[in-house]
């Protein structure tokens, strides 16, 4: 399987290539199962002080990226890919609510690039000229695209096969399975006091499976009662379509 590319162009570089270092997403770089370029935007400005922001037109307050350090560092990337299909993204806090199931469609895909902005955010040709999908982590306001791209990066990564040590685990998390995990314990079976309940010391796996089904059940209903509807309708649909 050819490893998947990833560029992010950012004003702070450094902050992304830190962050692909560490833990399944730095591993997965080191087995080229995907592979990471980032692109400091200040190389595209044409200037010699190396500015890639202006004042809004129509006035107020803080800057915005230019359009032109932006199109020439897409032009860069496109000529060094010339048959590739690139998906890009910009990243803000006006795109969609970024969730597991755009995180599995994106970790199928050939090549994504990452648009992180800053100060007000980056001209409206760019977004429009440029970018094929907008994507926001959350309703808050960061002061830049770097962290929300790597939250990204790192929910697309740990889905790529080889990419945990235990695929399992994954599958098990919370989101791909539809409920909140099970509450988790490990040694000692006694800490000050608190026991691991019995039934996972047991050893009989049916019994703890269905422990814990029955616990990411209640638990999700309590936290996540949207989860847990949808959880159930899809279970009707299921049953309604094996009576047909
Ligand atoms: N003026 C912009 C607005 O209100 O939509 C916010 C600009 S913010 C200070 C600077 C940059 O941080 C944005 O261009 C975007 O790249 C990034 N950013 C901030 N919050 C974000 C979020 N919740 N999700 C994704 N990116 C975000």
């Not at 590739?84 to 690039?113: C, D, M, R």
Request: glycine share 8%; proline share 6%; net charge negative.
């Amino acid at each position: 399987m050819n490893p998947l590319k990833i560029d992010v162009i950012s004003t702070f570089p450094g902050i992304v290539e830190t962050f692909a270092e560490m833990g399944i997403v730095g591993r997965a770089f080191k087995q080229n199962l995907a592979q990471l370029n980032v692109w400091n935007l200040r190389d595209y400005a044409d200037d010699r002080f190396r500015h890639i922001d202006d004042e809004p037109y129509g006035g107020g307050p803080g800057m915005v990226i230019k359009p032109d350090p932006i199109f020439r560092a897409f032009d860069d990337i496109r000529s060094r890919y010339p048959d590739e299909a690139l998906h890009t993204i910009y990243l803000t806090p006006q795109g969609k609510p970024f969730n597991q199931e755009h995180a599995q469609w994106l970790s199928t895909q050939e090549h994504l690039v990452f648009l992180c902005g800053r100060y007000k955010g980056i001209d409206q040709r760019a977004r429009e000229a440029l970018v094929d999908e907008e994507f926001s982590i959350g309703d808050y306001v960061l002061s830049g695209g770097e962290l929300a791209a790597f939250v990204m990066i790192d929910a697309i990564i740990r889905l790529l096969p080889d990419a945990t040590s235990d695929g399992d685990s994954v599958i098990s998390d919370t989101f791909p399975f539809g409920l909140l995990d099970a509450p988790l314990y490990t040694r000692p079976a006694e800490y000050r006091g608190m026991q691991v309940p019995e039934v996972l010391l047991s050893g009989n796996h049916a019994e703890i499976e269905k422990w814990r089904l029955e616990h990411r059940l209640e638990r999700t209903k309590q936290r996540r009662k949207d989860l847990f509807e949808q959880y159930m309708r899809r279970l009707e649909d299921r049953d309604n379509e094996q009576g047909q």
